[in-house]
């Protein structure tokens, strides 16, 4: 039964041919002029180059503000009455939310798939291990971001749900150590956040875990790190997507 | 026997900018299997908050409700009750059909998509997307969801909002169709003709309560009576004959046979300048309300 909910609603994002093209092609874009341009690209880490590494944050940005939109999408559709539809047949508020973030995986694979073939195709370089788990904790991770979006959407009502979560993400995109590196008080703060905990989780098969910090000396994050963070994000927000998308059920 | 709904004691309150709004307050109500019941009311009487409570999208703030002797999200869940919505949402990028199609998918035994197509008169635009539809073919696909769990009570909040004198006609025929099939329906409305049409039984609600319960006729009676007013002589002997009170000099009464009044107060009181007026619904319950209240 999901599995009909879920082509269904992969038919209906396939059917939004704009916002899938900006999805699939910005992240290549920042990549692009980020990383292919760049000299320091062909820079040896661990099991790969630089290159890599950055491959790596623009597929996680493309991925999260797919799958977050997504989920703000899904909050607005919801509240426009759709959730009460819903909240009259037996599908149960967590199966919802398994379905919705199901499918945002799916959609997060169109950019992180655009993205690997152009850094493929160009100076990218790692070992066949670390291409694999890469893009593996890309995909899988992403579902963060789709109950992210969930969340937001539900507690910023309306249209302004969109703005909040593309915003948003762009500030957690750089406290996630995706655009420049950072260091000191804001290093420190920025591990509690969510992007950085899938971005450096994802980056650890390249990099076995050595983070690029702005004043020089490279630092090291223990494996167990970024896993709490995701870790504990994953279960704060399935909560909350859950409770929320309860709510909606009534008139608003 | 099972009633189909019971409420007892049901209150539910919103906060309101100031005060707490009191939606409903404690009413008691119980409808028995394979009766049609009518909840007419003004807006803001809370029929749509009493609906949805028993629907299970908004819980009561006190009280207990109870659907074939369920809690009402399991009735639900159990495909017993389903729903038309007068603020349903659909998805406007999908087709007819595929509404239809993902709807069906949240139940484990539902009636095919192609049948209930058919019996909401959608077969001829099944392909067509939601956002081409109008507004009452929009309506036909919600009541065609609400057949897929073939339930045995179906709730619908003003039905007909928004429908052309046609589509009206034929969704009442198609109602009593579903009712000769020993379905409970209620069906909240504040059209007083279409509760007299297809109801047996009519809930009068105002402010938040039960002003009214009885035969759809004793309703109407009710709710029918014309105002009659006059000048008189001596109105304090007519207003412990027929009630009524003195508005602007004027006596005025509420009668349900007017005619009766009308000719008493010509031939027995030497009334002149007598005016006899048909109140609106909002009249009846004003002045049903202000009974309830005494």
Redo the contacts between chains.
């Keep these: 039964m999901t599995l009909t909910i879920l082509k269904l609603e992969i038919r209906r994002v396939v059917r939004d041919r704009v916002r899938l093209f900006f999805t699939a092609i910005m992240p290549a874009f920042f990549y692009v002029i980020f990383g292919a341009a760049q000299s320091y690209g062909s820079i040896k880490v661990a099991h790969g180059n630089v290159a890599m590494m950055i491959m790596v944050a623009m597929a996680a940005y493309g991925a999260v503000a797919a799958t977050a939109s997504l989920g703000a999408a899904t909050a607005i559709e919801r509240a426009t009455g759709w959730g009460r539809q819903l909240g009259l047949t037996p599908l149960g508020d967590g199966q919802y939310v398994a379905i919705k973030s199901a499918l945002a995986v799916v959609v997060a694979i169109i950019p992180i798939t655009i993205v690997s073939i152009i850094g493929a195709s160009t100076d990218v370089e790692a070992t066949p291990k670390a291409w694999v788990l890469s893009i593996s904790i890309l995909i899988g991770g992403s579902v963060l971001f789709a109950l992210y979006g969930l969340v937001l959407g539900q507690l910023v009502r309306g249209e302004a749900a969109l703005g909040a979560v593309s915003g948003s993400l762009v500030v957690l995109s750089f406290l996630g150590n995706l655009f420049f590196p950072l260091s000191g008080g804001w290093l420190t703060f920025a591990r509690f956040t969510p992007l950085y905990g899938y971005a450096t989780l994802a980056r650890y098969p390249v990099s076995d875990g050595w983070v690029v910090s702005s004043d020089g000396d490279p630092v090291h994050e223990a494996l167990w790190m970024p896993l709490t963070n995701v870790a504990v994000w994953l279960v704060i927000l399935a909560v909350a997507a859950t409770l929320l998308v309860r709510r909606s059920r009534a008139r608003q | 026997m099972t009633p189909a709904i019971e409420l007892l004691q049901v209150s539910r309150r919103f906060r309101g900018s100031t005060l707490p709004v009191i939606a409903v307050d404690h009413i008691d109500l119980r409808i028995e299997p394979g009766e049609v019941v009518a909840l007419l009311g003004p807006n803001g009487a809370g029929k ?1 908050t009493t609906l ?1 409570m028993v ?4 819980a009561p703030t006190s009280g207990s409700i109870k659907v074939f002797g369920m809690a009402p999200r399991a009735a ?4 017993r009750v ?2 038309v ?1 007068q ?5 406007p ?2 087709t007819v059909a ?1 509404t239809v ?8 035994n539902p009636e095919p998509v192609m049948r209930v197509l058919d019996l909401a008169n959608l077969s001829a635009i099944s392909s067509r997307r939601v956002s081409k539809c109008s507004g009452g073919e929009q309506q036909r696909l ?1 009541f065609a ?2 057949l897929l769990p073939r339930p045995d009570l179906l709730i619908l909040d003003e039905p007909t909002a928004g429908m052309d004198v046609n589509a009206r006609r034929d969704f009442w025929a198609q109602m009593h169709a579903e009712a000769r099939e020993g379905r409970t329906v209620v069906f909240a409305t504040h059209y007083l003709e279409e509760a007299d049409d297809f109801a047996d039984r009519t809930v009068l609600m105002s402010g938040g309560r039960i002003v009214a319960d009885g035969p759809t006729e004793e309703i109407r009676a009710k709710a029918t009576g014309r105002w009659v007013s006059a000048d008189l002589a001596d109105p304090a002997r007519a207003i412990d004959r027929f009630g009524g009170q003195l508005v602007a000099q004027r006596f005025v009464v509420r009668a349900a046979d007017s005619d009766s009044v009308a000719l008493a107060l010509l031939t027995e009181f030497g009334a002149t300048n007598l005016e006899v007026v048909s109140g609106s619904l909002e009249d009846a319950f004003v002045a049903l309300t202000e009974g309830a209240a005494k």
């Design positions: 749509t949805d629907l299970g999208l908004s639900v869940a159990a495909g389903a729903a919505l603020t349903g949402g659909l998805l990028d999908l595929e199609e993902f709807i069906a998918a949240t139940y484990s919600r969801l609400a």
